[in-house]
């Protein structure tokens, strides 16, 4: 199993690429089951759980190609005729649920293993089971799977107990082949939200009202091939921009939407970061130990989930106390423990940990739990004195692209090691 060895105490200078975002890839792939004709899809990232989602198309019928550069994928559903995702394709990534409500949409049916992915929290497929048979569809669990069956999906008005991401965009793409309009209330705001409805609007989908708690979608009888570039990373960007803070270095940060990580360069701002925006890009320097700077986080547009642990490092290191809270996934603070063995000062309770910032963190051995306490322990080994080895990596290679490349690019001294 691969690890990253990190030698603490460089500054990191220069400029590094975000590639597209993981969380609008994935669903824009499933959108595919939607229709007979090709999709093309650019600014792909290179990251596992793409992978997992391309090998699943395959496994259903479906052909995809990747161009040279791995940066576009053509998806080509023609063949598309066994609607089905089994567990072993499905075990490590949650997004597996995204292609139930294409796939009961398009064929009348669908059986796709329960959800795997990182162990953060419940993510509750019973609201998008509940969300589709309010659809008209009869819904059952059954030996892990869940099973879906449909003459045809009909519209109806769905509102959601709790802000679901992966239900939203579930539903927004199940919506567009239903008879009849689909009302969705208290939607996800998430830029991949709307990614995916900018991408259903180009195969010829009704859709208004994302980027809003009310989503509307009318039904039309088929849908379109279509050509899309997937937005880039916000997360990606965040974790850079806090890697820039972290090690007190200078960094631009491209290919970005500064709108997306407002919520986190207002963060690095209020820790005493210096955070200048240009039309695609972010410039983040920090000369002084941060600030302790309390945060919660929030569906769009407040603070990301997925830049908690990340944060959190940098915290560690801060002058001062923090407070975070965490009110989306209830067992995110396994990064904790980990941070701890590097000489970080946190207590925690429930969902709301206490941080007290240190002068200095330690290197040690530490294994990455999830997907983004991977790049917290990343970013806490970048700031830390003497060699961190971060094992269990493999989390880290299913979201972000190469992220060990470009840290050495921007002077960060960090290697892989195969095992």
């Known amino acids: 199993m691969d690890r990253l060895v990190i030698r603490g105490g460089c500054r990191l200078a220069g400029e590094v690429r975000v590639s597209g975002a993981k969380n609008a890839a994935l669903p824009?792939?499933?959108?595919?089951?939607?229709?007979?004709?090709?999709?093309?899809?650019?600014?792909?990232?290179?990251?596992?759980?793409?992978?997992?989602?391309?090998?699943?198309?395959?496994?259903?019928?479906?052909?995809?190609?990747?161009?040279?550069?791995?940066?576009?994928?053509?998806?080509?559903?023609?063949?598309?005729?066994?609607?089905?995702?089994?567990?072993?394709?499905?075990?490590?990534m949650r997004a597996s649920s995204l292609v139930l409500g294409p796939l009961v949409a398009r064929f009348?049916?669908?059986?796709?293993?329960?959800?795997?992915?990182?162990?953060?929290?419940?993510?509750?497929?019973?609201?998008?089971?509940?969300a589709l048979e309010a659809m008209g569809a009869e819904m059952a669990i059954e030996h892990g799977y869940v099973r879906a069956r449909a003459r045809r999906l009909r519209g109806a008005r769905i509102v959601f107990d709790t802000v679901t991401v992966t239900g939203t965009e579930n539903i927004m793409?199940?919506?567009?082949?239903?008879?009849?309009?689909?009302?969705?209330?208290?939607?996800?705001?998430?830029?991949?939200?709307?990614?995916?409805?900018?991408?259903?609007?180009?195969?010829?989908?009704?859709?208004?009202?994302?980027g809003t708690d009310v989503i509307t979608v009318d039904g039309a009888d088929v849908l379109h091939g279509t050509e899309h570039a997937i937005?880039?990373?916000?997360?990606?960007?965040?974790?850079?921009?806090?890697?820039?803070?972290?090690?007190?270095?200078?960094?631009a940060v491209t290919n970005i939407v500064p709108a997306h990580v407002d919520a986190v360069a207002a963060k690095?701002?209020?820790?005493?970061?210096?955070?200048?925006?240009?039309?695609?890009?972010?410039?983040?320097?920090?000369?002084?130990?941060?600030?302790?700077?309390d945060i919660m986080t929030q569906p769009f547009p407040g603070f990301p989930t997925d830049m908690q642990a990340q944060f959190m490092a940098l915290m560690c290191t801060a002058d001062?106390?923090?407070?975070?809270?965490?009110?989306?996934?209830?067992?995110?603070?396994?990064?904790?423990?980990?941070?701890?063995?590097?000489?970080?000062?946190?207590?925690?309770?429930?969902?709301?940990?206490?941080?007290?910032?240190?002068?200095?963190?330690?290197?040690?051995?530490?294994?990455?739990?999830?997907?983004?306490?991977?790049?917290?322990?990343?970013?806490?080994?970048?700031?830390?004195?003497?060699?961190?080895?971060?094992?269990r990596i493999y989390h880290l290679d299913r979201g972000y692209e190469h992220l060990e490349n470009k840290l050495k690019a921007l002077g960060a001294d960090v290697k892989r090691v195969r095992r």
Do not use: W
């Not at 209020?270 to 130990?289: E, L, P, T, Y």
């Not at 067992?331 to 000062?345: C, I, K, P, T, W």
């Open 28 to 92: 824009a792939i499933a959108s595919a089951c939607l229709t007979r004709d090709p999709v093309t899809l650019r600014n792909m990232p290179s990251v596992k759980d793409v992978d997992s989602t391309i090998l699943l198309m395959k496994h259903m019928g479906a052909k995809a190609a990747r161009s040279r550069d791995g940066r576009t994928v053509t998806i080509d559903p023609s063949g598309l005729n066994r609607p089905d995702a089994p567990y072993d394709l499905v075990r490590k």
């Open 108 to 130: 009348g049916e669908a059986d796709v293993s329960l959800p795997g992915g990182c162990a953060i929290g419940a993510r509750p497929i019973n609201l998008h089971l509940k």
């Open 173 to 210: 793409m199940a919506a567009t082949l239903a008879d009849g309009r689909t009302v969705i209330e208290n939607a996800a705001r998430e830029p991949e939200v709307c990614d995916v409805a900018d991408l259903l609007r180009s195969m010829g989908a009704r859709i208004d009202g994302d």
């Open 231 to 251: 937005i880039p990373d916000r997360i990606e960007a965040g974790t850079f921009m806090t890697a820039a803070a972290i090690t007190r270095g200078r960094v």
């Open 268 to 293: 690095l701002l209020a820790a005493g970061a210096d955070v200048k925006f240009g039309s695609n890009k972010a410039v983040v320097s920090m000369k002084r130990r941060p600030r302790g700077v």
């Open 320 to 391: 001062g106390a923090s407070v975070v809270r965490e009110t989306i996934f209830e067992n995110r603070f396994m990064h904790v423990q980990e941070l701890q063995r590097m000489g970080a000062d946190i207590q925690f309770d429930v969902n709301t940990a206490f941080v007290k910032g240190v002068k200095k963190l330690s290197g040690a051995q530490v294994m990455a739990t999830d997907l983004r306490a991977s790049a917290s322990l990343i970013l806490a080994g970048l700031a830390a004195e003497g060699e961190t080895v971060v094992n």
